[in-house]
């Protein structure tokens, strides 16, 4: 049974951090490229960002660059979104999901296998 478990949602202030945890089992993680999209209220769900499945690369939103971070550990099956300076435009449910390295390499659409149940995220001003 596939499972992506995200954690780390919660109420921060702008200009703070959090850092949010997808947790993977019930695929190959490491044959998966993991990313990280979001939806805001009222808004279509939009891209964050991505990683490559060995780590060595990352993407992401323009609306994010140099504020976030991705990153995994495919020990621990597990994907991270450490997100800096948050605005309150951040403010969505977060959601991982895994793509499939066999279906071809693609970050930025929305086209992945699997997906989790979400984690919200609310930044106040």
């Known amino acids: 049974q596939v499972q992506l478990a995200e954690s780390g949602g919660g109420l921060v202030q702008a200009g703070g951090s959090l850092r949010l945890s997808c947790a993977a089992s019930g695929f190959t993680f490491s044959s998966y490229i993991m990313g990280w999209f979001r939806q805001a209220p009222g808004k279509e769900r939009e891209f964050v960002g991505a990683?490559?499945?060995?780590?060595?690369?990352?993407y992401y939103a323009d609306s994010v660059e140099g504020r976030f971070t991705i990153s995994r550990d495919n020990a621990k099956n597990t994907v991270y979104l450490q997100m800096n300076s948050l605005k309150p435009e951040d403010t969505a449910v977060y959601y991982c999901?895994?793509?499939?390295?066999?279906?071809?390499?693609?970050?930025?659409?929305?086209?992945?296998?699997?997906w989790g149940q979400g984690t919200q995220v609310t930044v106040s001003s």
């Open positions: 999901a895994g793509r499939s390295v066999y279906r071809g390499i693609a970050y930025r659409d929305t086209n992945y296998d699997y």
């Open positions: 990683i490559s499945w060995s780590g060595g690369r990352t």
